[in-house]
């Protein structure tokens, strides 16, 4: 790797991942992300486990440089009786990992669900296909699927009328359909069910963001330590989409939520995972100024664009279409990149399902070819800015 260059990683979701570590390596990346997706979440990660996917990696001649992610469990979110337990667990995963060398990871604190879209196969004028965000179809599920109380009052009224509308439209195989894509984020050991929301929903209802937040606090203020003297940057991925969907409180989303996060635990462990596609998003937010705001902080970056509309429902464009300028984003990585002693790993977040894969059974937005693309778009793009020193 040329001097001061970004590292090139690639999600892996491991040997059940339809894409190879072959595929990873003529993409061009160096460096993989990857996570114990089998392990129930809460559960401490075994040393021999994470030593086995470390080095069926390495066999790969690839290196394992993040993980994304220990999953958080729902104690430590909402700080129930078992919170302490979990949060012990963690520790020793964290312990666990660095033990074997791997030392940044990837979490979240979004409740219940991870990202969420309404649409997995969104068709783009070129065929290729793309995940949709589409506020009218959340409004949808949340009203007449997920029945949950108040829903209605949450959604401007045109998003409530389209809805309405669209209850008299939708067969039972559309609403299954979207039930799955609204439910579904990572594959994981346990999929989420609407009982399971709702009894969340409830549960969060009290806690609200500020109870939220405190617990995040809470929980990066009982890991600092091992963190620490284990030499682990924990890099908190943004909430995607950046608001509070489904009556679920959000703490992640805007430029005063990272500062909070940052001040509230102001240890150099406590990092962001910059995340250009859920932060763009945001009709407010100015992913520059967030990055200005964080950037000492910010220990891994997933690149990817959103093309939203005037009702904030967005698809994801091309890596370097769309709404983030992902020009003047690169260039500003490239400039804090320059002062590390360690690269910054990026990631092609997402891409889109095209030629080949098309016919294919993929993880949604992790099809090989759309990353491929967006990643060589994306190192062209860095070399263009930084020159070849
Ligand atoms: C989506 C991903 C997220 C991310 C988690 C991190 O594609 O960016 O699922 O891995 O939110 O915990």
Redesign the pocket.
């Known amino acids: 790797m040329k001097k001061n260059r970004l590292e090139q990683t690639w999600r892996w979701y491991g040997p059940q991942d339809p894409v190879s570590l072959r595929d990873v390596r003529q993409a061009g990346a160096t460096g993989i992300v990857s996570a114990l997706h089998h392990i129930p979440h809460g559960e401490v990660w075994p040393l021999d486990e994470i030593k086995e996917r470390k080095s069926i990696i390495e066999a790969g001649g690839l290196v394992w440089s993040v993980v994304?992610?220990v999953p958080v469990h729902e104690a430590i979110k909402t700080r129930n009786g078992d919170a302490a337990k979990y949060v012990e667990n963690y520790k020793q995963t964290l312990t666990n990992l660095a033990t074997c060398g791997i030392k940044t990871v990837?979490?979240?604190f979004?409740p219940v669900l991870?990202?969420t879209r309404t649409q997995l196969d969104y068709e783009m004028a070129n065929g290729a296909k793309a995940l949709y965000f589409n506020w009218f179809d959340l409004a949808f599920f949340d009203m007449f699927v997920l029945k949950r109380e108040g829903a209605s009052a949450d959604y401007p009224k045109q998003v409530v009328e389209e809805a309405i509308a669209k209850s008299h439209q939708y067969t039972q195989a559309d609403i299954d359909k979207l039930t799955i894509n609204v439910l579904m984020?990572?594959p994981s050991e346990k999929a989420t069910t609407l009982s399971d929301l709702l009894v969340s929903i409830d549960i969060y209802k009290t806690i609200g963001a500020d109870g939220l937040r405190a617990n995040l606090l809470w929980f990066l203020s009982e890991i600092a330590d091992v963190c620490e003297s284990n030499g682990i940057k924990m890099t908190i991925?943004p909430d995607?989409p950046p608001y509070p969907i489904l009556g679920l409180p959000r703490i992640a989303s805007r430029c005063s939520d990272f500062e909070k996060i940052i001040k509230g635990v102001d240890r150099s462990f406590n990092g962001v995972c910059f995340?250009t596609g859920s932060l763009g998003a945001g009709k407010d937010n100015d992913v520059l100024e967030i990055f200005d705001a964080v950037k000492d902080r910010v220990y891994f970056a997933?690149l990817r664009n959103v093309k939203r509309d005037v009702f904030g429902s967005f698809y994801e464009a091309d890596h370097l279409d769309g709404d983030v300028d992902m020009y003047s984003v690169m260039k500003a990585l490239v400039e804090e990149n320059s002062k590390r002693d360690t690269p910054i790993p990026f990631r092609p977040?997402?891409g889109h399902q095209m030629l080949d894969d098309l016919a294919k059974v993929t993880n949604p937005?992790y099809s090989a070819i759309g990353r491929l693309r967006g990643l060589a778009e994306l190192r062209g793009l860095e070399l263009g800015i930084s020159g070849n020193q």
């Open positions: 994304e992610s990837c979490y979240n979004m991870d990202w984020g990572i991925h995607d995340c997933h977040d997402h937005g």
